[in-house]
């Protein structure tokens, strides 16, 4: 009820004058002055109430004189009456109108109560009815009450006592909520402060408003009190405890700790007053240390008193918690102080309390995240945080540490090797009543033979103390044992609680999202950190900071557990901390948690690489037990380990086999919690969970099944796995959650999922690695749960399908079959569910991943292993069978693998394979895509070039043929679907900016499907068995030649260059790389014949069979191909071809090459394309080369027929040109210089003199040259003196070919036959159909006649001088031993007879001579000169001649050249043009009647006068022809002649003739005619020119020179023979001498005397002696002729003429 209503105001009146009627009834008596007052009071009283407002106002107004009777009432000091007044006070107080002076009056009144000791618990009763109700009491009244109360405590009285701490408890509240309630009120106003001087005046308090000053100053006394300071504001204090004056500090300060933080002062106080106080008084307990001697130090140490230490360390938790942010440096100390009392040489209930404290800290999460932020994250400051987390963690395992008495420093343990090394321990988990008997142990921690039982200390999350409340004990308080433990337990399972649920919070406030994404909680986390910076950095910190001591603490405490509530909320906080750290992305403090559940899951010492590894990273950082001495003891015994299984270990272990407990179950159990709940943020450390969980697994025996489910069972290794029934029942709950966590899965997000993924891989990978090498079953664990991943992921395969199948595919490469099937098993299952799957959009419409699903069956095709194979072929005739319709896109993956098969596969999988083909050609060409056609082009041609089965290769060309006959009758359709296909990807690339890749691009679709088509069978034509090369040619020209109308023009030119040219270039090299050796059968009881029994035969064959293709392509598509634009380029590279082939070295193709040629230079008319390509009948031409037939033995060559028939067919062919030639001489040049090329590389000689060198067979060379005339009809008017040049060389070399021996009887004629072979009378053909041009050619042509010349006198060379064909050995026809022919001997080479050959050119060539002779490039080319040089040799031989016939027809040649050239060279003697020609005539002369060859002995005499006649009839020419017309002639030559006649005349003899025989040997008819001609010229009277006279004078100078050698040899043999007559002929010859000396002299006495010279007169005086010699001749003939001559010499005879002097006579 209000104080001020009326009602109540009336009340009060009354009740006032009431009290004031009972005092002054009491004191009337003893007190009157008390009494009067009273009733003066009442007066006043009753006149105010008379009032009719404002009586309250009244009454406080006169409050002074209202309280007046009251105040000396209790002056009285009567029990009675001061109880009376006491009341009444306090009725006045409670209404509020008690004004300030009152208000000090009251006070006084009540301190000389205090003072006397009366009523004192009414006492304080009214202190606190007066501050409670009004804030009239300040400053000094103020100060005085709260005295009163504080005097109060401290009297014997235990109720007063008790009462008066409450009352200065309630008053020091009372004062601060006034400030507080000031401070209220002045809210709004905005004060000025005046500028704080610097706080050096202690009670600088002006600042203050009253309340706030008042609190100011009391506040400012408790610290001093505390202390031990006498208070500055507390007047009149006598004693204080400093238990009580923390009591009041820690209230104020938990209370009121806005104070301190609105107003500086109050700041100034806790920092400048409050916290040194609590550092000096903690000093005792810092100092002190359990067991140290006090010898050591030198003063003597205070030690901690419990009711300080308690109370301190509750303000300390006071000031840390509310004005940590005001006193970060000595929450720092205090805070490393806490640390230090949790030292093991503190007492025990020092470290209790310390521990609460601790746990108190470690509820308020905000807190401890501002020590990180405050302490560890700054540099240089003590890492406080880590620091708490850590001593909880030496604490823990300092308990576990007995100390060891008598010595007291043995070893420092880091925390890791305590922690993570010891053995699971005792635990007591389901099942456990029956070995504990039915009662259930007391929960407790075990380690090392330390037994620390588990007490339940507090609610979780609160700190709820108890020695910390323990306010009223004054001796420390024994500590029960486990007590600490448990609080320490409490703490980190608190810190982990609180720091994870304040960052789901945050994290929670940043976004709140359902399912934790990684991802977006990255993303999150950065957009939050933008906001407030460094919250996530915080974070990282805090986590950084304590998860090193948290990990070693719990992992120790795991271990040491053998409770399972304890176990569960041990592994609880372990899995809450993995995740956060994961939410954090620290991988490391992850990884490090994980590790400590995973470890524990399995049986102890465990050998599993994946921890170990991780474990030594964190061992590394070791965490010390703070300046601990401990001794670690040996492990506890496993003696109340419960064991539920036995089982094989996966790994190879010391011990065979392994055991697992109830604990180890219990942490598979979280451990699969933590995948389930948590598998977002585990990221790699999957592989940890995973690994853990496979080699759980294997050592409970599960095993996949169906679909990669586990179940229990074990096929292989039965009897070692022993589980108990506990576990039986848990096994299927396992194996349950199991497959559930994989089927959750499906709730990861992508980055998570791709982690599980290639966690799973990696395990997977190490399954492998451990099933290398032995045939030990392997864990499939791994590969189980990547099939059902996939499985249950099908609606976002994509994401996960290339990793996924990409580990499986390396799987199914595994050596050990049982993987490996698995492997196939899964990749096969996961694409056949993939396929019938219900995607979203469907398949047909996701042409991407219906690629992607079906890529893994395309990638099991590199793997080598047949099973595997096999079940990919199984899984593609499944797909064939249920989705071969619906395959659409996926076409060309499922013919890649039906295509990929290689030889080394064996011939089950090729015919499997082989039958996929099979079923596709014949019942999906239609239904396929048409783009794919091309690929089955491709996978037909692959099973052709497979060499494993003949047949098939056979049966695939055949399988060819028919998609080239489907290409052929659905063409539009596919034309048209091509077509459209096309615009859509030339779109795609051109909006790429990229070009169209496609093969065989730009030519239309259709058409390249076609181009596959062929180029696939160009491919198998280069097989390398020739059945199949075989085939696939005849199947390659047959379909271009069936459906080649089907292409467009412009295709042709890709299939001439690609596809015909192309392997062309391949067969070539093939054949010209191909082994000679010998192959001994075709396999089995094959036998090969001879002529195909090497490679390089067989090869020849493929050659001649694809030239003879594409030449017939050239010759039927002629129009077609002419219309390209490139086509002399074509046919220059099929020149080329032709020319390549011609010069191979093998007879079989360089003839059919020949032959092709011919056939492209239309030798054979071309045929229009409205023609068959069969009608080659058309012909107008005739083929040149009658087919030349293999010449085998027995099988005589057949002869051409006669040149004459054949050059009349050829006129015949020119005038007539057929119509539809198309004249294109660049093509025509273009065969001729091929022809040149082949030419003269075939007939170019080779260079060493081995044996085994190639050599042209003469049907090749016949029909190279007979290719010539034909040629040459379409060159002519180009051809030139170059082109006959080179036309000379090849005639040249074909003929000096030899032939082999073995061939020589069937080209040869016999010896003796003087025949041409044909190849001989093709040359001269072709220079006969020359020359024939020349003669009707235009003028510039005739300068050919010398060349023709020159080529035919080369050829007459050869009857002496058979050509050299390089350095080849050849034997002489006769010699060649072709009739004992050794098998394997290399082939003799015989020389051809070439005596027939070089007497026809001889005739040629007289031939031509008489028609050309005058011809200007005749004469100025010095033809005749030639001539004369050839002929020279036979003539000069003569009967050296290998022929008889030759030297005879050289001198008629002669005779009859020189008839028609003497009078041309006569006519351009001037010119000089014949100067060159005497001299050689004379030579020839010479050589011819002075022959250095003898005659053969056989010769007849009949024989050897013809012979002479031969000589006399060119004596005569001289005479007729020459010596004539001496004027027009050289002299010298004339001179020659001269010489010549004189020699001819001497003949002397030779003793080689018989007596009889001597006439006619001497040649006497022969010297005669020489000896005549030389003197008819010599008498020569018509002498009419200098010239002649000089003729003359030669003439008569050899006459004189003969006739003295006549005469001297006749003196001298006459001499010599005695009385022997000299031989007939020498006197015959001494007769005709001296005659001829007589006829001299007297044409000498005729003569003008000027016409003779003093030389000729020397030599007539000169014979004078000779003749005297002579006298003495026994001959009478001799001495008449000798008178005769003697006779004239008288004539002559005269005086000597007189010597001239000075110039006259």
């Known amino acids: 009820m209000s104080t001020s209503t009326p009602e109540a105001v009336k009340k009060l009146v009354d009740n006032m004058q009431t009290d004031l009627r009972s005092l002054s009834m009491e004191c009337k008596k003893k007190f009157p002055p008390v009494k ?72 006084n009144m009540l301190w000389q109560l205090m003072e006397n000791g009366l009523e004192e618990l009414k006492l304080l009763q009214t202190v606190l009815v007066l501050l409670t109700t009004n804030t009239v009491a300040h400053d000094e009244a103020l100060s005085k009450a709260i005295v009163v109360c504080f005097r109060l405590h401290f009297t014997k009285d235990n109720i007063t006592n008790n009462t008066a701490a409450a009352t200065v408890r309630q008053v020091v509240t009372v004062v601060f909520e006034r400030m507080v309630a000031e401070d ?33 100053m009391l506040f400012q006394d408790l610290c001093q009190l505390v202390n031990a300071d006498a208070p500055y504001w507390l007047a009149g204090m006598t004693e204080m405890t400093r238990t009580f004056g923390l009591e009041l500090l820690e209230s104020v300060l938990n209370d009121f700790p806005q104070v301190f933080l609105q107003h500086q002062e109050f700041s100034f106080l806790l920092k400048e007053r409050v916290c040194p106080l609590v550092i000096k008084l903690f000093s005792p307990n810092i100092k002190f240390r359990q067991g140290s001697n006090a010898t050591s130090s030198p003063a003597p140490v205070e030690k901690p008193y419990f009711p300080i230490c308690m109370r301190l360390l509750r303000v300390v938790s006071v000031l840390i918690k509310h004005f940590f942010s005001l006193l970060v440096t000595e929450c720092e100390i205090f805070l490393s102080l806490l640390v230090k009392f949790l030292d093991g040489d503190k007492p025990q209930w020092l470290r209790a309390v310390a521990v609460e404290s601790i746990h108190r800290l470690c509820v308020q999460p905000h807190l401890l995240r501002s020590f990180c932020q405050s302490y560890d994250m700054k540099q240089h400051s003590t890492k406080v945080f880590r620091d708490i987390v850590n001593a909880l963690g030496s604490f823990i395992q300092s308990l576990f540490i007995v100390p060891n008495v008598g010595n007291p420093a043995i070893v420092n343990t880091p925390a890791g090797a305590a922690g993570a090394g010891g053995p699971a321990t005792a635990q007591s988990g389901p099942g456990a009543a029956g070995v504990s008997g039915g009662v259930t142990p007391q929960p407790a921690f075990e380690y090392r033979g330390t037994w620390i039982p588990i007490m339940t200390v507090t609610v979780q999350g609160s700190a709820k103390a108890t020695y910390l409340e323990m306010l009223d004990k004054v001796e420390p308080p024994s500590i029960p044992e486990g007590y600490a433990m448990s609080v320490a337990f409490s703490c980190l399972l608190d810190l982990v609680r609180g720091i994870t649920s304040m960052l789901e919070k945050e994290l929670g406030q940043s976004a709140p999202q359902t399912s934790p994404d990684p991802a977006m909680v990255q993303k999150q986390s950065s957009e939050q950190s933008d906001k407030e910076p460094g919250t996530r950095a915080v974070w990282v910190e805090m986590v950084n900071a304590c998860w090193c001591g948290l990990l070693a603490a719990l992992s120790l405490l795991l271990d040491a557990s053998t409770d399972e509530t304890a176990t569960e909320n041990i592994l609880k906080a372990e899995l809450t901390m993995a995740s956060l750290c994961g939410r954090l992305s620290l991988v490391t403090p992850r990884d490090a948690f994980i590790t400590a559940i995973c470890k524990a899951s399995l049986p102890p010492h465990y050998a599993l690489t994946v921890l170990s590894s991780s474990a030594s990273t964190l061992t590394n950082k070791s965490f010390s037990i703070q300046g601990q001495n401990v001794q670690i003891i040996s492990p506890s015994s496993e003696s109340h380990q419960q064991v539920v299984a036995v089982g094989q270990p996966l790994t190879v272990q010391p011990q065979g086999t392994v055991v697992l407990t109830a604990k180890n179950i219990q942490c598979m159990r979280t451990l699969l919690n933590l995948a389930h709940c948590h598998g977002a943020v585990l990221g790699t450390s999957w592989q940890l969970v995973l690994a853990t969980l496979q080699h759980l697994v294997w050592i409970l025996g599960l095993k996949p099944g169906s679909g990669g489910a586990l179940k229990p069972g074990r096929a292989v290794e039965g009897p070692s796995t022993v589980l108990t029934t506990a576990v039986m029942t848990d096994l299927p709950v396992i194996a349950n959650i199991l497959s559930r966590l994989f089927e959750s899965s499906q709730h990861l997000d992508d980055v998570s999922l791709h982690h599980l993924i290639n966690a799973l891989c990696s395990l997977s990978m190490e399954a492998m690695d451990m099933a290398y090498g032995n045939n030990k079953e392997p864990s499939l664990f791994a590969v189980a749960k990547l099939l059902e991943t996939g499985l249950v992921n099908m609606d976002r395969i994509e994401i996960l399908w290339r990793p996924l199948t990409g580990h499986l595919l390396e799987v199914c490469q595994h050596p050990n079959s049982r993987m490996r099937e698995w492997g196939a098993e899964a990749v096969t299952a996961l694409i056949k569910s993939g396929l019938i799957y219900k995607h979203e959009p469907a398949l047909s419409q996701n042409q991407r991943l219906q690629l992607l699903l079906l890529n893994p069956l395309k990638e099991l095709s590199n793997i080598v292993h047949a099973d595997i194979r096999q079940k990919q072929l199984e899984c593609v005739l499944q797909i064939l069978q249920s989705q071969g319709d619906s395959l659409g896109p996926g076409w060309p993956l499922v013919l890649g693998v039906i295509g990929a098969i290689r030889n080394d596969q064996g011939e089950s999988l090729i015919r499997t394979a082989f039958q996929c083909l099979q079923l596709v050609v014949t019942d999906f060409l239609p239904t396929m895509p048409c783009t794919c056609l091309q690929i089955v082009v491709d996978v037909a041609g692959s099973f052709g070039l497979q060499n ?16 080239s006959d489907h290409f052929f009758q659905r063409g539009e359709t596919i034309e048209n679907e091509l077509d459209k296909e096309e615009a859509i990807l030339e779109k795609q690339a ?76 391949r067969v070539r090299k093939s054949s010209t790389t191909a082994d000679k050796e010998k192959i001994e059968s075709g396999g089995g009881n094959i036998l090969i014949h001879h002529s195909r029994d090497t490679a390089e035969k067989q090869w020849a064959e493929t050659w001649v069979l694809t030239l003879a293709g594409v030449a017939r392509i050239f010759n039927t598509r002629r129009y077609l191909l002419q219309s390209l634009g490139d086509f002399f380029k074509a046919w220059e590279v099929l020149l080329g071809h032709i020319q390549s082939a011609a010069l191979s070295k093998n007879n079989e193709v360089s003839l059919a090459a020949l032959k092709s040629f011919q056939e492209i230079l239309q030798i054979v008319t071309p045929v229009k394309d409205s023609e068959k390509p069969d009608a080659l009948s058309a012909v107008n031409m005739p083929i040149l080369i009658d087919p030349v037939t293999a010449s085998g033995p027995g099988r005589p060559l057949e002869r051409t027929d006669s040149l004459g028939e054949r050059l009349s067919r050829y006129n015949g062919a020119e005038q007539i040109p057929p119509p539809a030639e198309i004249e294109d001489s660049a093509l025509w040049w273009s065969a001729w210089n091929a022809w040149y090329r082949i030419g003269t590389d075939s007939t170019k000689p080779p260079t060493s003199s081995e044996k085994l060198a190639f050599i042209p067979s003469q049907p090749f060379l016949t029909a190279l040259i007979q290719i010539f005339p034909a040629l040459y009809q379409h060159i002519k008017t180009g051809f030139s003196m170059d082109d006959l040049k080179k036309l000379g060389v090849i005639l040249h070399g074909a003929v000096s070919v030899p032939i082999s021996s073995d061939a020589s009887p069937f080209i040869l004629p016999s010896y003796t036959e003087a025949v041409l072979t044909s190849l001989q009378e093709a040359v001269l053909t072709s220079l006969d159909v020359l020359q024939k041009a020349i003669c009707v050619g235009p003028e510039s042509m005739q300068v050919m006649y010398p060349a023709i010349f020159d080529q035919l006198l080369l050829f007459v060379e050869f009857s002496c001088k058979p050509p050299q064909y390089g350095k080849l050995e050849t034997k002489h026809v006769a010699n060649a031993k072709y009739n004992q022919i050794q098998l394997f001997a290399p082939a003799e080479w015989v020389a051809l007879n070439y005596v027939p050959f070089a007497e026809k050119s001889l005739e040629v060539v007289s031939d031509l001579y008489q028609k050309t002779a005058c011809h200007k490039a005749v004469v100025s080319e010095k033809v005749l000169t030639k001539i004369i040089k050839t002929l020279r040799m036979p003539l000069s031989l003569k009967y050296a001649c290998p022929s008889e016939s030759t030297w005879k027809l050289a001198v008629s ?29 004379a030579n020839a002369f010479e050589d011819f009647l002075f022959t250095k060859s003898t005659p053969p002995d056989n010769l007849s005499i009949q024989e050897f006068q013809k012979n002479e006649g031969v000589d006399v009839e060119v004596v005569q020419l001289i005479s007729t022809e020459i010596l004539p017309f001496a004027n027009f002639i050289p002299k010298e030559f004339v001179g020659q002649i001269m010489a010549m006649l004189n020699k001819g005349s001497i003949h002397s003899q030779s003793s080689s003739f018989t007596e009889a025989e001597i006439d006619i040997r001497m040649r006497e008819e022969f010297s005669k005619v020489c000896f005549e001609t030389l003197l008819q010229f010599s008498f020569s009277n018509k002498v009419t020119t200098p010239q002649e006279g000089y003729i003359s004078r030669m003439a008569l100078s050899v006459l004189l020179k003969r006739s003295q050698d006549v005469l001297h040899r006749y003196v001298e043999d006459e001499r010599l023979s005695g009385r022997c007559p000299l031989p007939r002929q020498q006197v015959t010859e001494i007769i005709f001498v001296l005659k001829a000396i007589s006829t001299l002299m007297d044409s000498l006495k005729k003569t003008q005397p000027e016409n003779v010279d003093a030389n000729t007169w020397a030599q007539v005086i000169a014979l004078y002696p000779t003749l005297v010699e002579c006298i003495t001749c026994s001959s009478s003939e001799v001495s008449s002729a000798l008178k005769e001559a003697l006779g004239p010499f008288k004539d002559f005879m005269q005086p000597p003429v007189t010597k001239v002097q000075n110039g006259e006579s």
Request: with cysteine; net charge positive.
């Open 36 to 107: 009067e007052a009273a009733e003066s009071g009442i007066v006043k009283i009753k006149t105010i109430a008379a009032r009719k407002t404002g009586i309250l106002a009244a009454l406080k107004e006169n409050s002074s004189e209202v309280v007046q009777p009251f105040l000396m009432g209790c002056g009285t000091k009567e029990p009675k009456i001061t109880q009376l007044c006491l009341a009444a006070i306090q009725r006045l107080m409670t209404h509020e109108v008690v004004s300030e002076t009152a208000a000090g009056n009251i006070i």
């Open 184 to 216: 209220e009120r002045h809210k709004g106003i905005i004060e000025q402060p005046p500028a704080v001087q610097g706080n050096s005046n202690r009670r600088s308090s002006s600042t203050l408003r009253p309340c706030a000053k008042d609190a100011y």
């Open 948 to 963: 494993q089965e003949l047949n098939i290769s056979l049966t695939s060309i055949g399988l060819l043929w028919n998609i």
């Open 990 to 1065: 051109k909006e790429k900016g990229v070009p169209l890749n496609r093969p065989f691009h730009p030519a239309p679709p259709f058409d390249c499907l076609w181009l596959c088509l062929y180029a696939t069978l160009g491919e198998l034509c280069v097989d390398p068995r020739p059945a199949v090369r075989k085939s696939a040619g005849q199947t390659l020209f047959s379909t271009i030649t069936a459906h080649g109308t089907l292409l467009q023009q412009a295709t042709w030119h890709t299939v001439v260059w690609k596809v015909l040219f192309h392997l062309l270039d």
């Open 1453 to 1481: 040649s002669l005779l009859k050249v020189l008839s028609i050239g003497l009078p041309v060279a006569r006519q351009h003697a001037s010119s000089g043009k014949f100067d060159t020609m005497w001299p050689e005539l």
